[in-house]
């Protein structure tokens, strides 16, 4: 998501200094003019404001806490802004780390897959200070449509869990139902199609139930990547003494995925372990 999340901030104006673990994808983006860096330290030296679109916590704090990381190497009166999905506690000690170099950090995680990132419709989920957030505002209307201030910094993260455990859910919802028609012998496409436009209609139904149906499970977002999200659910409510059973639940059957060799598939793939169980009753 990154990549066309850059493109459509230089679209927009902005000069860009990128860092990626990928060289290519450095190379590509630096010849489409955006400038190169070698390290996460080097891009903090030369940028007043940095994006993180990492794919988990330890990247996070890889870029952030490394040798080469950002926070030694940050400008005081910096803005980091954290776009990833990253565990709660851990925000909250970065950002109190940045504070102590002088410099604001803002979380601010989206929803919206690959699509909203191409198209700059993503949902964002912000956590930070008024002043941090009102600087980092104008960046992110470049990326997204709905915006939304929860709290302070780790509160767009705790907006984030709970999208994701929605999702997560949906998508077995959907998996479920769409198997038991066609196990009744039902068109599960027509059942989809039935149900557009009344309560149980949703975005999920929508895109994930035609991937279903397709059995296109080219990913957007990932099985592994669901997985984490789920687990990082599990370990926030566990830390604030809340048991969340269907998302346990939920997360069993993403594991029994990944165990099967689908965690590189869209996470609409758990259809696949709801037909498995139906093959092996059968």
Do not use: W
Request: glycine share 12%.
């Amino acid at each position: 998501m990154g990549r066309p999340m850059s493109r459509n901030l230089m679209h927009a104006g902005a000069r860009l200094v990128i860092h990626n673990r990928s060289r290519e994808v450095v190379a590509r983006l630096a010849g489409e003019g955006m400038q190169a860096a070698a390290s996460p330290a080097e891009v903090a030296h030369r940028a007043p404001v940095v994006i993180l679109m990492l794919s988990d916590t330890p990247a996070v704090e890889q870029v952030c806490q490394g040798a080469d990381g950002l926070i030694n190497a940050v400008r005081r009166g910096s803005l980091v802004i954290d776009m990833g999905t990253t565990a709660v506690a851990a925000t909250r000690l970065i950002a109190d780390q940045f504070a102590a170099r002088g410099a604001a950090f803002v979380d601010a995680p989206v929803s919206g897959g690959d699509l909203g990132a191409r198209e700059a419709t993503l949902s964002i989920m912000v956590g930070g200070e008024a002043n941090a957030v009102e600087r980092a505002m104008p960046l992110l209307q470049v990326l997204g449509r709905n915006i939304t201030r929860v709290g302070s910094v780790g509160a767009g993260q705790v907006a984030k869990t709970a999208n994701q455990i929605i999702v997560g859910l949906n998508i077995g919802a959907v998996a479920e139902a769409l198997s038991l028609a066609r196990a009744a012998g039902v068109d599960p496409a027509r059942v989809r199609a039935a149900l557009s436009g009344g309560f149980a209609d949703s975005r999920i139904l929508q895109v994930h139930g035609q991937r279903m149906i397709d059995g296109d499970f080219r990913p957007g977002g990932k099985v592994v990547t669901q997985r984490k999200d789920l687990r990082q659910a599990l370990e926030l409510a566990a830390a604030i003494g809340l048991e969340l059973p269907a998302t346990r639940l939920n997360l069993s059957l993403y594991e029994r995925l990944v165990a099967s060799g689908g965690g590189e598939l869209d996470h609409s793939a758990l259809i696949k372990v709801i037909a498995e169980d139906d093959e092996s009753s059968g």
